[in-house]
């Protein structure tokens, strides 16, 4: 483009665009902060993934303007994670109150370690295969998407159970 003028309407004209794009994402939100990661890395691009509860707590005060902030905020999620094995009335409270605001978010519940596997492995490939399994039922539109993050973050899991194994085997014993 050699007309200035048009040159800079069309980097305005792109802008919303790209603001438009980051506005498409769906706003996940998980109560429990073990979740966020693995839920960020399966979502991929299409979710943006908060946390609703700080960690760890210090104020009573300071932590409910932190999470009345944080719901206000959040209060336009697509879909909330939050543990059966959680027993924590904070965010029974908070997951109540967003829910209560947004009648269009859905609520899924995930994992129950208590009666998962109890080693780490077994713990992580059911944590992973439980949000894969939210993040389809809420947006089946990117469940290609989310198979192919779900099978990378599987990968990664093994890759971690075999280096540890590896680094635990060459190890020396004490006699």
Not at 160 to 167: F, K, V
Request: glycine share 4%; with cysteine.
């Amino acid at each position: 483009m050699d007309d200035p003028k048009l040159a800079c309407f069309a980097l305005l004209l792109s802008i919303p665009a790209v603001a438009d794009a980051a506005e498409r994402r769906a706003l996940i939100v998980v109560a429990d902060s073990r979740d966020l990661e693995v839920t960020q890395r399966i979502g991929g691009n299409v979710v943006e993934v908060e946390a609703i509860l700080p960690t760890p707590i210090e104020d009573a005060a300071e932590d409910y303007r932190y999470c009345n902030a944080q719901a206000m905020r959040l209060r336009h999620f697509g879909l909330y994670l939050f543990r059966t094995d959680s027993s924590c009335p904070r965010e029974g409270f908070w997951r109540e109150r967003l829910a209560a605001s947004n009648g269009r978010g859905r609520v899924h519940q995930i994992g129950n370690r208590r009666q998962a596997a109890t080693d780490p492995h077994g713990l992580r490939v059911q944590q992973a295969t439980q949000v894969h399994l939210a993040l389809v039922s809420a947006l089946p539109e990117h469940k290609a998407s989310f198979d192919e993050n779900l099978m990378s973050e599987l990968r990664r899991i093994n890759a971690l159970r075999t280096h540890s194994a590896a680094l635990a085997f060459s190890q020396p014993t004490n006699p």
